[in-house]
């Protein structure tokens, strides 16, 4: 697999003028996010000031410099869409540079590995390219093929899409890699990161990007955060983009669409131009699957959901599982609200009537948590207390009954039903919604919001420990006593197992393992541990903060 890399020339004119020129009439089936590229330092979206600082250190590198070591990489963190690539380029283009980048390898499918390895091809990761690469890079430098002549061009290396990392071996292999990288390289050069919020335990490479910043800090490496775009320039870059388009957009849309971005100036131009898109564009562009109908006399107002964002060009919001625990633990509610009841409502008693929650509804901050009912409740069994009044023992009373109600949904389907399928599905959601609207509702005098420290719940470790034993058990049992594989786990334990020990001294030199038959006879209802989508990594976290969100 042969690894190749990118140069593009850092002259002025290498890249078309983003939000100034537009001059250029290209294919209508462009997009603008490719046609209207920076150029310039000032058309950047980017802080003046974090421009300004990543051009100084760029400066001081290419600079010739008679120091044996200095830190030549920079980390350059920010959430997708902020601009960390373009502005390396443009930064390049102003100092007259050449940007070399790692291109990623296409992936192997699978009808091209077995291909392979009919032929005896050895596969190759992503991670050993890239390692292979930067080995390379660190003892052989980069020589552009493009140059010929005499004076050898300034050169700025970019790493702006690092291999996925799925394991511990993974990272540490990539985290190496990079390590040696800051200390050895004589390149200047840029490690774009892109952040994913607050880092999950549940999700793994979430948490291995904030690790990988920190150990390259460690290392010596320099560090840049992008913060997101702010909506006012978003606003700007969109409505001259309008005019150069010539596209009859209302202010009220374009503040929809700023707003819905986050702060991802992608995202706002490409939803911009989906918004301007006729319907005919639509289907040639395969950018919908909608019927033109739905773009009629969308140009007259804004189009809002119930919480204000746009339709059809907002964005996804994710939330971290801590996050998303704090919303429920912390039970915000709106104070000085009068209930009012339409007279058609039923008649609801002062001691069912709750204030209005300060959140979106349970559900919908369960589906941008991205996380399985299971551990949601598990959290909330082991952490609620702590957010209860002392006195209030009818509410825990109240929460025990619902998080009960909602371990009887979790446990395991007796065989009735195969796993994941969609009865199995809802009936997960629903012990979700149970668990979480239970604990909303039964706690009636939330405690005021400070800082806690959320508690792995203690049932993960008992119930590993049990399936360690329960697995012990049956693989010491004896030869003799294979029939017993019919019995119901709780009579081997309290019945056979004691006998067993008490005739320990006489049977001893009889214990082996379990024939393989015999196991596939078990009845493992009782005591297989439902699936989790939290690894093993988060198991070994022992307290994990929550702040008063």
């Given amino acids: 697999m042969m690894t190749s890399i990118k140069c593009l020339l850092g002259q002025s004119g290498a890249f078309s003028t983003l939000y100034a020129s537009g001059t250029q009439k290209s294919n209508s089936e462009e997009l603008w996010v490719d046609k209207y590229k920076p150029n310039l330092l ?9 421009v300004e600082e990543v051009k100084m250190w760029f400066e001081e590198r290419l600079k010739p410099s008679k120091d044996v070591y200095r830190n030549n990489v920079l980390v350059v963190s920010g959430q997708a869409g902020v601009g960390k690539s373009v502005a390396i380029h443009v930064i390049a283009s102003h100092l007259g540079a050449v940007v070399c980048g790692w291109n990623t390898p296409t992936p192997v499918i699978w009808q091209e590995h077995l291909y392979n390895s009919g032929t005896e091809t050895k596969y190759t990761s992503k991670l050993d390219e890239f390692v292979s690469f930067v080995e390379r890079i660190r003892k052989y430098g980069l020589i552009p093929s493009s140059f010929n002549g005499e004076s050898k061009p300034s050169i700025i290396f970019l790493i702006d899409d690092l291999p996925m990392m799925h394991s511990k071996a993974a990272f540490g292999r990539l985290r190496d890699c990079l390590h040696l990288l800051v200390h050895t390289t004589q390149i200047p050069t840029a490690i774009l990161v892109t952040d994913y919020g607050n880092a999950d335990s549940a999700d793994y490479n979430a948490r291995s990007v904030e690790e ?112 998303a625990l704090g919303k429920f633990l912390h039970n915000k509610r709106e104070t000085g609200v009068a209930l009012e009841y339409d007279r058609n409502d039923f008649f609801i008693q002062e001691r069912f009537s709750r204030l209005p929650l300060k959140m979106d509804v349970p559900e919908k901050i369960l589906c941008q948590a991205h996380v399985q009912p299971g551990p949601v409740a598990d959290f909330l069994h082991e952490n609620v207390l702590d957010f209860l009044d002392d006195e209030a023992v009818e509410d825990a009373w109240l929460l025990s009954s619902y998080l009960g109600d909602a371990d009887i949904l979790l446990a395991k389907l007796r065989g009735m039903l195969s796993s994941y399928n969609e009865a199995e599905s809802i009936l997960q959601s629903a012990a979700a919604s149970i668990a979480v609207r239970g604990v909303l509702f039964g706690n009636s005098r939330p405690l005021s919001s400070r800082w806690h420290a959320i508690r792995r719940p203690k049932l993960w470790q008992v119930e590993k420990e049990s399936s360690y034993h329960k697995n012990e058990m049956f693989r010491q049992r004896v030869p003799a006593c294979n029939q017993l594989s019919s019995y119901h786990m709780s009579i081997m334990a309290t019945e056979y197992m004691p006998m067993f020990k008490l005739l320990g001294n006489r049977v001893g030199s009889g214990y082996n393992e379990l024939d393989q038959e015999s196991v596939q006879n078990l009845d493992t209802e009782n005591f297989e541990i439902n699936k989790m989508s939290i690894d093993d990594e988060a198991m070994e976290i022992s307290d994990d903060d929550i702040e008063d969100w």
């Fill in 42 to 50: 000032k058309e950047l979206a980017v802080h003046k000031k974090k």
């Fill in 212 to 323: 990988l910043k920190t150990s390259l800090e460690s290392s010596g490496a320099c560090k840049v955060a992008f913060n997101p775009i702010t909506v006012n320039s978003i606003k700007k870059i969109l409505f001259r983009i309008c005019q150069m388009e010539q596209c009859d957009v209302t202010a009220d849309h374009v503040d929809l669409i700023a707003k819905a971005s986050g702060g991802d100036i992608r995202h706002a131009i490409t939803s911009l131009q989906f918004f301007c898109l006729k319907p005919n564009q639509v289907h040639s562009l395969s950018l919908s699957t909608h019927s033109p109908h739905a773009f009629k006399d969308e140009s007259n107002k804004p189009v809002e959901s119930d919480d204000g964002s746009s339709l059809y060009f907002g964005r996804d919001e994710t939330l971290s599982l801590f996050h």
